[in-house]
């Protein structure tokens, strides 16, 4: 199984407004995206300097289905906003293993 977590600092201007329409536009590709076998959104509590405003997990069978997903055109209109209303963003992808 492929993971895929992102994590995103939003821009003060609107943030409340843009991370509840992000989060909900992230959640709406599961339905769309048929290689992402799961997604998880989550909008930070916290608060503090060093966490990120929102957290994106998801699943893939294989690599070839996260490649599709990114250049999926769904994915890709969600990924145009999330760089609108952001100012940095952060990336891991692995390969999970069961033990």
């Known amino acids: 199984m492929i993971v895929h977590i992102v994590m995103f600092k939003f821009k003060v201007e609107n943030r409340v407004k843009n991370l509840k329409m992000v989060e909900e536009r992230l959640n709406s590709l599961v339905e769309k995206i048929d ?4 997604m998880e959104v989550g909008v930070d509590f916290n608060g503090s ?5 929102l957290s994106l997990y998801s699943t893939f069978e294989t690599i070839e289905d996260l490649k599709a997903y990114d250049v999926h055109e769904e994915h890709l209109e969600v990924v145009k906003l999330i760089k609108e209303v952001t100012t940095e963003s952060k990336v891991v992808d692995y390969v999970r293993t069961l033990v």
């Open 49 to 53: 300097e060093r966490a990120f405003d």
């Open 35 to 38: 290689v992402l076998k799961f």
